[in-house]
């Protein structure tokens, strides 16, 4: 397992900006996926972007493409979601989780699937308001 802890989230006003954090515990981060997910109040838990191990390829949602950029730094074990013009229906608890399975081949359709990550943040609250 791993320990996974995000941060960043908070308060913004429609059209700002915030930047998500999840750090990783463990020296085996670099050689896994990672994915960002979100669950609103009544609603289900949503995919919202992931980054292959090296970086090299990421996906994101319909809903946040264009807007929304996910990165990785294998030296720091973290994995970053950078949220730029936000709107007030991005508002949910932000969870970061990873995929333990090492140097995967990155599949859009498979990486969006909750099921197919191991390990899961505590998440951090986004609140956007109008």
């Known amino acids: 397992q791993v320990l996974l802890v995000e941060s960043g989230g908070g308060l913004v006003q429609a059209g700002g900006s915030l930047r998500l954090s999840c750090a990783a515990s463990?020296?085996?981060?670099?050689?896994?996926?990672m994915g960002w997910f979100r669950q609103a109040p009544g609603k289900e838990r949503e995919f919202v972007a992931a980054?292959?191990?090296?970086?090299?390829?990421?996906y994101y949602s319909d809903s946040v493409k264009g807007r929304f950029t996910i990165s990785r730094d294998n030296g720091k074990n973290t994995v970053y979601l950078q949220m730029n013009s936000l709107k007030p229906e991005d508002t949910a608890v932000y969870y970061c989780?990873?995929?333990?399975?090492?140097?995967?081949?990155?599949?859009?359709?498979?990486?969006?699937?909750?099921?197919?990550?191991?390990?899961w943040g505590q998440g951090t609250q986004v609140t956007v308001s109008s």
């Open positions: 980054v292959s191990w090296s970086g090299g390829s990421t």
């Open positions: 463990g020296r085996t981060f670099s050689s896994y996926a």
């Open positions: 989780a990873a995929d333990l399975v090492p140097y995967t081949t990155f599949s859009a359709s498979y990486y969006s699937q909750a099921d197919k990550y191991d390990s």
